[in-house]
């Protein structure tokens, strides 16, 4: 996947806030890692990874053909390291002091930081997990917007599903406005991506899709599928 293919469905996205919505194993790590390496080599910038280190070393990503291990642009890729969403939090409310702002920032299975129980205890609310959630996402995008009052930032989160749309869809969908969702293919390994803008209270929106695979521990773009009106 190169670089040109993979901005193609980048620049589809609006307010630089994004959400990459997917089933298990279905290459999101690879996706936001694939991303996170065309941005800095494009930008020339730093680009911020949050994950769980336990998550990524059981289960890391797999780049594009041709992209070797020892490419300086690995350099401004800074991995971020947290284990819940109180550390996200504090990642976020540091944002404005940053001597260099980021390029963009990517977290990973963002849903997983937020613990049912522990949400739950921390608002004695049984809905806990949807308030901390929104919590997050409002620090989350005030940071951005901050950003982009200086220059150029963007937000990439991914999260799991296992259903036709991500968990808590409508809290997504309130604070993120461009959502992608990744569909399985035809073929084992192979994957469609699927995109959508919304603005406002509009619930139609511009779709566009590309179809990828994960073969020989490689992430391969097939075709990418022009935009569509739903």
């Known amino acids: 996947m190169t670089e040109q293919e993979l901005l193609q469905i980048e620049n589809h ?3 630089n806030l994004v959400l990459l919505s997917g089933p298990p194993s279905s290459g999101k790590t690879s996706l936001l890692f694939q991303f ?26 797999f780049l594009s053909q041709g992209i070797q291990p020892s490419s300086h642009v690995f350099e401004r890729i800074q991995m971020k390291y947290v284990n819940d969403d109180e550390d996200i939090k504090k990642c ?8 260099t702002l980021p390029a963009a920032v990517i977290i ?4 997983d930081f937020f613990n049912d129980r522990v949400c739950q205890e921390r608002y004695s609310n049984s809905r806990g997990r949807d308030l901390a959630m929104v919590r997050n996402l409002a620090l989350c995008r005030n940071a951005i917007t901050y950003a982009n009052g ?5 937000l990439l989160l991914s999260d799991t599903h296992h259903g036709n749309s991500p968990r808590l869809y409508f809290v997504y969908k309130k604070w993120i406005p461009t959502i992608f969702t990744i569909q399985e ?5 192979s994957f469609i991506l ?3 803008s919304y603005s406002g209270t509009d619930n139609s929106g511009r779709i566009k899709a590309a179809r990828y695979s994960i073969s020989l521990q490689a992430l391969l773009l097939d075709t990418v599928i022009e935009d569509q009106v739903e």
Do not use: W
């Open 185 to 189: 293919g035809d073929e084992p390994g």
């Open 13 to 15: 996205s609006n307010l």
């Open 108 to 111: 990973d299975d963002f849903g």
């Open 92 to 99: 976020f409310a540091a944002f404005h002091l940053y001597d």
């Open 150 to 154: 200086k220059g150029s930032c963007m």
């Open 194 to 196: 699927k995109g959508k």
């Open 36 to 61: 996170a390496f065309n941005v800095a080599d494009s930008t020339n910038r730093n680009v911020v990874f949050i994950c769980n280190p336990r998550r990524l070393e059981a289960k890391p990503p």
